[in-house]
């Protein structure tokens, strides 16, 4: 059996000032399209996870933050068939801007914990609705 692909990724929980967390919406032409996930996105190389982060937030989102204000979470890890993904994710709950979707983003939801789990979302995003919502 061949190894699979490792691929890293860094994701935010974004919380506003009511305590609610956002979520995109995978757009149509995207695997999972339609599932709603973390923001965030692939770390390229010689780049650390805060700066893919900030990197994605500010080209999916158009948002900016300070690295400071990134605080980590947990991490996931999740077999997919084709690769195996490795996600870092960030609690960040201030940042510069207003959410404006870019990327062929289809939506976003600002969700409280309690309906976090009425989202379908990727397999590898379960353990930090868990994680939050415990």
């Known amino acids: ?12 929980v ?19 399209a339609g599932l709603w996930e973390f923001p965030g996105g692939k770390i390229e ?15 999916e989102l158009g948002i900016t933050l300070d690295l ?8 996931t890890s999740y077999s997919y068939p084709d690769f195996q993904l490795v996600m870092l994710v960030y609690n960040c709950s201030r940042w510069q801007g207003n959410i404006d979707l870019r990327e062929n983003q289809q939506a976003f939801a600002w969700v409280s914990c309690q309906d976090l789990k009425t989202y379908s979302v ?11 919502c415990s």
């Open 14 to 32: 974004l919380k506003n000032a009511n305590d609610q967390i956002l979520l995109v919406q995978r757009p149509v032409d995207k695997p999972m």
């Open 68 to 75: 400071n204000d990134l605080k980590p979470l947990c991490f």
């Open 45 to 59: 190389d010689k780049e650390s996870p805060e700066l893919a982060l900030q990197r994605e937030l500010k080209e």
């Open 122 to 132: 990727p397999p590898a995003d379960l353990p930090i609705i868990e994680i939050l």
């Open 1 to 12: 059996m061949k190894p699979l692909k490792v691929v890293y990724v860094s994701a935010g």
